[in-house]
């Protein structure tokens, strides 16, 4: 069964630039997420789909921060414009159900100069 | 907001020793997830539990969820180099009826030959 597909592995922008991330979810599974890694943290949740619905995005900082999952499989992150802090690993996750085992993609790691 | 803290935040073991991390919160967790992630790669899931007091091994790894549901633990026996990496724990909460998994800060373990 493949697994989390995320691309691209590494991007460098420079801040005031715009990035996407993509995301392709284990077949089937219903509930996506895009979490946010800083350096020396764990995962913060940005996101949560169910379907092509989104049910969380409280932590989502919406000024510059878009996703979107139209057809309740592939997802984009879409950061607009970029911050030096904004650098960071972005993980997307799915899982079956809300309540089902996560399991990760191997991530983007943003740099933003 | 909630908050997970680990402990201990780093360790340095010797190989073929036991290891003890631990996961602690004033919430309470409906699903407990234990995660091991390798530098620039994303998480993978060890071992999931679902009940206050279930205690559940993956070969030389055993985790337990607390009976408070306040926390959780987890075991490393007859360490190897291989194991290093950082690992995080990660609890499910509900808000406003809205599930979504927390996670914790890491255990960062490094095992010297």
């Known amino acids: 069964e493949a697994g989390v597909a995320q691309s691209p592995r590494y991007k460098i922008i420079e801040k005031r630039q715009s990035v996407a991330f993509w995301c392709n979810p284990i077949s089937g599974h219903a509930t996506l997420y895009w979490y946010q890694q800083i350096l020396g943290q764990g995962p913060k949740l940005l996101i949560q789909f169910q379907n092509n619905g989104v049910v969380d995005d409280s932590q989502l900082p919406k000024d510059r921060f878009s996703a979107e999952r139209l057809k309740g499989v592939d997802s984009t992150l879409k950061i607009q414009p970029a911050k030096l802090e904004d650098s960071a690993v972005y993980l997307c996750a799915s899982s079956s159900r809300v309540v089902e085992k996560l399991f990760f993609g191997s991530g983007t790691q943003l740099s933003v100069l | ?113």
């Open chain 2, 1 to 113: 907001g909630q908050q997970l803290n680990q402990s201990p935040q780093s360790m340095f073991i010797q190989e073929g020793e036991d290891v003890s991390m631990n996961c602690t919160s004033s919430s309470i967790f409906n699903t407990w997830l234990w995660y091991k992630q390798d530098p620039g790669e994303g998480p993978v899931l060890l071992i999931a539990l679902y009940k206050a007091g279930e205690l559940t091994s993956n070969g030389r790894l055993t985790a337990q969820f607390g009976i408070t549901r306040k926390d959780s633990f987890l075991n490393i026996s007859a360490s190897i180099p291989s194991d290093v990496g950082i690992y995080f724990c990660a609890g499910l909460v509900t808000t406003s009826g809205t599930y979504k998994y927390i996670f914790g800060t890491g255990t960062r373990l490094k095992v010297l030959a």
